[in-house]
T-cell receptor
Framework: KQEVTQIPAALSVPEGENLVLNCSFT??????LQWFRQDPGKGLTSLLL?????REQTSGRLNASLDKSSGRSTLYIAASQPGDSATYLC????????????FGQGTILTVHP | SQTIHQWPATLVQPVGSPLSLECTVE??????LYWYRQAAGRGLQLLFY??????ISSEVPQNLSASRPQDRQFILSSKKLLLSDSGFYLC????????????FGDGTRLSIL
């Protein structure tokens, strides 16, 4: 059974800092890994999708890396802003045809001015 | 472009009452559809998925059921709600074929009294 763990559970940083969120998973047989952002009381916004054959993906100030063999992914946020404050969720898709995602518990990020 | 709609956004229901939550997707055909529940402190859990009209699979035994009467419509139902059905319900879709991202709706906050 796939298990996904995110560290840290919460993170508070001053504006402008570069930061790293960590995600680990127990079963390396994955199709892909997806990072999401969730604002309070809202749905999930997809940030980045990394296929199992890829090492990293970039979108603006976000960079996600994947080391499938060690079961790890990191989300790097450059030059953090107060608008980045949200919960960040990591989800892995296992080797099934219907696309089930297994989620971590998330990292609550607060960026203060 | 594709969009996903969920309604209602918020719902307060008494124990023992019925439930119907609706999700529709626009701008795509024959998507995979998913219902997730996000309970406090428990993360996101997949409840049901559907790969086509009338095809429903359940991930966990529970008091809820799902139906897909049309290609882009996914309904979550219950005949009699329990207190434990409280939570944040999220609908998601994913294009079939290839390793695609999942996209989520804005969710329904369900409170059982």
């Amino acid at each position: 059974k796939q298990e996904v763990t995110q560290i840290p559970a919460a993170l508070s940083v001053p504006e402008g800092e570069n930061l790293v969120l960590n995600c680990s998973f127990t079963d390396s047989a994955i199709y892909n890994l997806q990072w999401f952002r969730q604002d309070p009381g809202k749905g999930l916004t997809s940030l980045l999708l990394i296929q199992s054959s890829q090492r990293e993906q970039t979108s603006g100030r976000l960079n996600a890396s994947l080391d499938k063999s060690s079961g790890r992914s990191t989300l790097y946020i450059a030059a953090s802003q107060p608008g980045d404050s949200a919960t960040y969720l990591c989800a892995v898709r296992g080797g099934t045809s219907y696309g089930k995602l297994t989620f971590g518990q998330g990292t609550i990020l607060t960026v203060h001015p | 472009s594709q969009t996903i709609h969920q309604w209602p956004a918020t719902l307060v229901q008494p124990v023992g009452s019925p439930l119907s939550l609706e999700c529709t997707v626009e701008g795509t055909s024959n998507p995979n559809l998913y219902w997730y529940r996000q309970a406090a402190g428990r993360g996101l859990q997949l409840l049901f998925y559907s790969v086509g009209i009338g095809q429903i699979s359940s991930e966990v035994p529970q008091n809820l059921s799902a139906s897909r009467p049309q290609d882009r419509q996914f309904i979550l139902s219950s005949k009699k709600l329990l207190l434990s059905d409280s939570g944040f319900y999220l609908c998601a879709w994913m294009a079939q074929g290839g390793r695609q991202p999942q996209h989520f709706g804005d969710g329904t906050r369900l409170s059982i009294l």
